[in-house]
Structures are given as C-alpha cells and as structure tokens.
C-alpha cells in the first residue's frame, strides 16, 4: 500500500465555522507534512511532523491549527479561515524526515471558504 | 535560504516532439531533487530523483533528468513526449541541512498536441 488518503475531497465552510482535514498513510512513514497548492501555483510547506511531533510549522496562521494523533494519521483543524485560505491542501509523508526520503503525497482536499 | 527557478511556464509541444524543461536551484550545500508530475485532476506524483552518484537519472514514463553542479540545474528530458503528458511539472530541492522541507518551483505547464 503506497497509498496517502484524504478525506473530504472537497470542503465548503464559512468563515465562523469549524471544520477538520483528514489524512491518513499505512506505510510505516513516520513523517507527516501539510502543504497549500493555490491554483496554477507550486505547494507550501505549511507543517511537518516527525515522529508524531511538530517539527517545522512554516509560520502558519493560528486559524490552522494541526495534530498527529498517532503515526498513521494527521489532522488539520480549520477554524475562523478567511476566503483568501481557499486552496488545494495536500498531505504527505515519507519514511523518515531525512533529506534523501521521497515524499507521497495524497489527493488533496479542496477547500473553499466563503 | 533554497529556491527553485523554472524558467518555462508554459511550453506547447506537438506529439514526438523532444522535451526539456529548466529547474535551476540556489542553496549553499549538497542538494536533493527531485521532478514531480501533476495530472489534470490528479494529485502529485514523483517522475524522478537525484540523492547522489549518477548524475543522469531516469524516471517512469520515459522521462530522464541531469543533474549538473557546475550549473546548478536539473533539467527534465523526454525524448518524444505523447499527448498524455500534458501535466504540470515541478522541480523541487531539498537541502541536506533542511531536513523535510522541500521547496517547490512554479511549475511549468506543458501542453502536448495530438
């Protein structure tokens, strides 16, 4: 299984609600990474986790708050986003987060605020 | 800092046509790199890496890339390109002292005609 799953594949949210992002690895990787693709453009970094904890948070807003409840699954709670937030967020992971471990990513949610 | 230049943003090609597509990188140490692909709808996919050894690396799909120091580039190569690589290609680096933060280039849409 070389798969990274992400559930929903597409979310509509106000700007008052709160709202989560799932994603979800089965190969044994023990790093975890959010990224932001807006459309036409490359993805951010938002945040990595290695080893279930947070290691780079890429000087996110706190509206994005993340959380990796054990190695397989990484989460990310949405709160008070604002419409320019709309984007493709993407997971990732790979086995370690060394520089030479290649990175799988999942299918992306997209995201829209109103 | 490490960044990513991809000078083409968008490159129309006929099909058999030959392909290359610049990536030139700016980090001050040893380097990964690595060309993913990105299909209409589809989520992130890694064509090919570089680590270390062979500079000339191959990837699926018949793509290849080269890996020249002295220049700081990775340039992506497929000697005849087929309708079904229109995609959008983006090289990324990771730097050895950066650990799991990799940077993304803008990203080069190609569109191949049939």
């Known amino acids: 299984d070389t798969e990274v799953t992400q559930t929903p594949k597409h979310l509509v949210m106000g700007m008052t609600n709160k709202k989560s992002l799932k994603c979800e690895q089965h190969?044994?990787?023990?790093?975890m990474y959010w990224y932001k693709q807006k459309a036409k453009k490359p993805p951010e970094l938002m945040f990595v986790?290695?080893?279930?904890?947070?290691?780079i948070n890429e000087s996110v807003p706190s509206r994005f708050s993340p959380e990796c409840p054990n190695s397989s699954l990484l989460n990310l709670h949405l709160h008070a986003l604002q419409p320019e937030d709309s984007a493709l967020y993407l997971c990732?992971?790979?086995?370690?987060?060394?520089?030479?471990?290649?990175?799988?990513f999942g299918p992306g949610t997209r995201l829209t605020v109103l | 800092a490490q960044s990513v230049s991809q000078h083409n943003h968008h490159v129309i090609l006929s099909e058999a046509a030959s392909l290359e597509l610049g990536c030139n990188y700016s980090?001050?140490?040893?380097?990964?790199l690595f060309w993913y692909v990105q299909y209409p709808g589809q989520h992130l996919q890694l064509l090919l890496k570089?680590?270390?050894?062979?500079?000339l690396v191959k990837g699926i799909k018949g793509f290849e890339a080269e890996f020249i120091k002295s220049k700081f580039s990775f340039n992506l190569r497929k000697p005849s390109v087929q309708w079904s690589d229109t995609a959008e290609y983006f090289c990324?680096?990771?730097?050895?002292?950066?650990?799991?933060?990799?940077?993304f280039g803008d990203g080069t849409t190609l569109t191949v005609k049939p």
């Open positions: 990732a992971s790979s086995q370690a987060p060394g520089s030479t471990d290649t990175q799988y």
């Open positions: 190969m044994g990787h023990r790093a």
């Open positions: 986790y290695s080893y279930e904890k947070l290691s």
């Open positions: 980090y001050g140490g040893t380097v990964n």
């Open positions: 570089y680590f270390s050894g062979d500079p």
């Open positions: 990324a680096v990771k730097g050895l002292t950066n650990a799991g933060k990799s940077t």
